[in-house]
């Protein structure tokens, strides 16, 4: 009893893991965890001969949830059996000659074909049902529509999100908290889209590893037009327009020398992959050994046997971050891995660091989860004394620990918490305001998080951490003085872009402007502003008056104000010559080419005495546009209006004088 005791708890917590990580987007176990549990209920089950119905080791996947269509898949698809052992890829080869691919980690569709055109696509779901994502396949960067084939074909692949295209969406989020979390979630939720639009902004890609039925070859048993070994196979796909999965053929001799080859290229390989998968590269032989209840024989997955070092946790780092979340970080001795040095690896949520049973001091393993990620395999001392903060480490107010789908992680409640005023800070260094160099929000909620900020004037004297920032991991000597040069620089600003940093509800670059001229370049008198005195500049209105005034008679904005004022000093305005576009309202839409952004085109205008306004109206002069003859509203407008449609080029001509 006790032995099937042990298999229900073990089913019980691989099947959490499980709808956790394919379901809920989240983790509360490492893959190294789940993998030692799985491989001992394997082990359970063969020793008692006894399988549970809903063991994982007999599911191939679980049931989908989304509101797409599902439709029955005309033969199950089959997890493959794995191994870690190189040696066991060599035994289990034999003397056949096989095919070594990568196993890539992403989302597997079904695609069938029907005269030349795509007709078909469905995930691969619980195995038995997918979803159906014809319409998001067809967005798919790489997949051909239409093949020169123009029977039945049925082809299976991998959909994936390259690292290079998951890096920049994901540099494009400016909050650091919205970015997505892996390449293999973000595709999942990409494929699996109601509205195509946005699978087709994700950039998936799709590589085919296995054509799995047509007509020809059951009709006439011998699938001469594809070919009787999969290498075949994979050069008739090439031919019809797909990209295939990377392989090579290989046997027992050479195996093991393929097998090092794909290791040493998986740091720098772009397309997610968890392993490798090798198949007999004969298909009838591999079709004639048959399958079990989850497992088909004709191939068999190489997880990464990963490195393990043995270290000491020095402690554990709680990350705030700008929803609350209070992420923790193991911190511990030195160790090299897959030839690099690591110190850190997160532990995710509350959840896990407890199932560790983490103390300071303990004895743990560390691991680089496919060769990439570090992460915590094993506490060999189990002390389980480490204590769950109760105040934020940003910003010492109280935390609390939230159930969020079974899972457990720390919060901390104060609404002011400076991690929770990320916006704040980047938009105070950000360009326009007060320009400081480094201080990206990554960068800026790490010193939040080590207390180094709290609020923005500490931000002029991060030279009092010097030794704690050139020692923080992607630091060093350089990027420390980089920032402190940005910070000092700064220290010189002008009194709109000052203005313009404090964030006030309503008020741009622009506004301050408006302002700061109005009063001539006097704060004092800004600061002392009435509402009716704000309300009749023009293009500031009642709205804008009351939020400006009402932010500098706020005592705690005011205070804040005057802490700032003790770090810096105003320039003076640079003042172009040239004004030649004074007077003139302008109306910018689409992407610029000689600008760096629409920011800097907008500066370029109102250095040269012009104003830039929202939406086109009568008062617009002229409107810029590069696709000057396109169908947008903004250009239905303007000519309606008869105002000008401009592109850069002719901007520029206006702006020198050469235009008219």
């Not at 229900?8 to 893959?31: F, H, P």
């Not at 965890?33 to 491989?39: G, H, I, S, T, V």
């Not at 704690?468 to 000092?488: A, C, H, P, R, W």
Request: with cysteine; aromatic share 8%.
């Amino acid at each position: 009893m006790e032995k099937q005791n042990r298999m229900k708890e073990l089913v019980g917590r691989l099947n959490e893991a499980a709808e956790a990580y394919y379901q809920k987007d989240t983790e509360i176990m490492s893959n190294l965890e789940y993998d030692r549990l799985y491989d001992e209920l394997a082990a359970l089950e063969k020793e008692t001969g006894i399988v549970l119905a809903n063991s994982p080791t007999v599911h191939v996947g679980y049931e989908v949830l989304s509101e797409l269509e599902k439709q029955a898949h005309p033969s199950p698809m089959l997890s493959l059996d794995k191994t870690k052992e190189t040696a066991a890829l060599v035994s289990w080869l034999g003397d056949h000659e096989g095919v070594l691919s990568w196993k890539l980690d992403g989302l597997t569709v079904v695609l069938t074909y029907e005269g030349g055109e795509l007709k078909n696509a469905v995930t691969r779901g619980n195995g038995e049902i997918g979803e159906v994502i014809t319409n998001n396949a067809r967005t798919f960067v790489n997949l051909p529509k239409v093949i020169p084939y123009q029977g039945h074909l049925v082809i299976r692949g991998e959909a994936v999100i390259k690292y290079s295209d998951f890096n920049r969406m994901n540099e494009e989020i400016a909050e650091a908290e919205e970015r997505y979390k892996n390449p293999r979630n973000l595709c999942s939720g990409s494929v699996r889209q109601l509205n195509n639009e946005i699978t087709a902004k994700r950039h998936v890609h799709f590589y085919a590893f296995a054509l799995v039925a047509d007509a020809d070859e059951k009709n006439g048993g011998t699938g001469s037009v594809f070919g009787s070994r999969m290498t075949e196979r994979f050069a008739w796909l090439k031919e019809q327009g797909f990209d295939v999965v990377e392989h090579f053929p290989v046997t027992g001799e050479n195996l093991e020398e393929r097998v090092m080859d794909f290791a040493g290229r998986i740091a720098d390989h772009d397309i997610p992959s968890d392993g490798l998968v090798l198949s007999f590269n004969d298909i009838a032989y591999g079709k004639s050994l048959g399958r079990t209840a989850k497992f088909p024989r004709d191939s068999i997955a190489f997880k990464w046997a990963d490195e393990q070092a043995e270290t000491t946790l020095l402690d554990v780092e709680w990350s705030p971050s700008r929803t609350g979340l209070i992420n923790p970080v193991a911190i511990f001795a030195p160790v090299e891995l897959e030839g690099t040095t690591v110190t850190r690896a997160s532990l995710h949520n509350v959840s896990i660091l407890r199932a560790l049973g983490l103390g300071i001091g303990d004895r743990i393993t560390v691991y680089k989860a496919n060769m990439i990620i570090p992460q915590v395999a094993e506490n060999l001392t189990r002390s389980g004394n480490l204590e769950i903060p109760k105040t934020c480490p940003a910003c010492g107010g109280e935390t609390t620990l939230q159930n969020i789908n079974d899972v457990q992680s720390l919060y901390c409640l104060n609404p002011e918490c400076s991690a929770k005023q990320i916006k704040g800070f980047s938009h105070f260094v950000s360009r326009n305001a007060m320009n400081m160099d480094g201080l990206s929000d990554a960068t800026l909620e790490k010193f939040i998080a080590h207390g180094f900020i709290r609020r923005l004037p500490d931000i002029f004297h991060l030279d009092r951490y010097r030794q704690e920032i050139v020692t923080l991991e992607g630091f060093g000597e350089k990027s420390y003085e980089n920032i402190i040069q940005s910070v000092d620089t700064a220290r010189q600003v002008t009194l709109p872009k000052f203005i313009y940093s404090l964030g006030i509800g309503g008020i741009g670059l622009a506004n301050a402007k408006v302002i700061a001229a109005h009063f001539r370049q006097d704060f004092e008198k800004i600061m002392e502003a009435s509402i009716e005195e704000l309300d009749a500049i023009e293009g500031i209105g009642d709205v804008l008056a009351a939020s400006f005034y009402d932010y500098f008679h706020h005592p705690d904005k005011r205070r804040l104000v005057e802490e700032l004022l003790k770090e810096i000093t105003f320039a003076e305005e640079e003042q172009a010559e040239n004004r030649t576009l004074a007077g003139k309202v302008f109306v910018i839409t689409g992407s610029v080419e000689h600008f760096a952004n629409r920011n800097e085109l907008k500066e370029h205008i109102e250095k040269l005495g012009g104003k830039v306004t929202g939406s086109v109206s009568k008062n617009t002069d002229y409107l810029i546009n590069n696709d000057v003859h396109s169908g947008s509203s903004k250009n239905k407008k303007a000519a309606e209006l008869g105002i000008p449609i401009l592109s850069e080029e002719d901007y520029i001509r206006l702006a020198e004088g050469e235009l008219s």
